[in-house]
T-cell receptor, first 112, second 113 residues
């Protein structure tokens, strides 16, 4: 079945790079997404990558996709305290209604 | 830019009570979704709608009903609330074009005592 897995917690020092990893199972996924959730808020789309791409860069964010290993990562350069949040990886599925399968989320803690 | 608006933001219910959560979107999206978020489990799809007047079951539909009488609104109902339904509920919407991302509301925090 479809499944998305993430590590649950990551702690980094302010100014360092953060790398959040995700593995998925559906090889037919066409898009993979990263969402950010700040405390008490909804999910905010950070970025997404089409499955025929290996990498996508957007300012401090770099997404790497290894389709062979079904592995997705999100790198945040120069991590700031404002980046502290839960990050969700999601894959699009073959359902006809833009179905998304979410991971459990990685809580990123940034400390001085 | 309202986007997706959920009401109420917080609610406490007693077991057996009923209530309706309202989701409204102003982006003219065809697709709308209701999710629940529980600790360590990510988001699970309860019900979804692919257009006005349509609804369908998602991953965890038991104990919930939905209606989409108007394109911009998607209602989630709990007929007889149970403690297991204590959760944070999110509504989302998206277009039908390709694999466009879903846009989320800020959530409703629901506690069932």
């Amino acid at each position: 079945g479809e499944d998305v897995e993430q590590s649950l917690f990551l702690s980094v020092r302010e100014g360092d790079s953060s790398v959040i990893n995700c593995t998925y199972t559906d090889s037919s996924s066409t898009y993979l997404y990263w969402y950010k959730q700040e405390p008490g808020a909804g999910l905010q789309l950070l970025t997404y990558i089409f499955s025929n791409m290996d990498m996508k860069q957007d300012q401090r964010l770099t997404v790497l996709l290894n389709k062979k290993d079904k592995h997705l990562s999100l790198r945040i350069a120069d991590t700031q305290t404002g980046d502290s949040a839960i990050y969700f990886c999601a894959e699009s599925s073959t359902g006809g209604y833009n179905k998304l399968i979410f991971g459990a989320g990685t809580r990123l803690a940034v400390h001085p | 830019n309202a986007g997706v608006t959920q009401t109420p933001k917080f609610r406490v219910l007693k077991t057996g009570q009923s209530m309706t959560l309202l989701c409204a979107q102003d982006m003219n999206h065809e697709y709308m979704y209701w999710y629940r978020q529980d600790p360590g489990m990510g988001l699970r799809l309860i019900h979804y709608s692919v257009g006005e007047g349509t609804t369908a079951k998602g991953e965890v539909p038991d104990g919930y009903n939905v209606s989409r009488l108007k394109k911009q609104n998607f209602l989630l109902g709990l007929e007889s609330a149970a403690p297991s339904q204590t959760s944070v509920y999110f509504c989302a919407s998206s277009t039908t074009e390709g694999r466009q991302p879903q846009h989320f509301g800020d959530g409703t925090r629901l506690s069932i005592l």
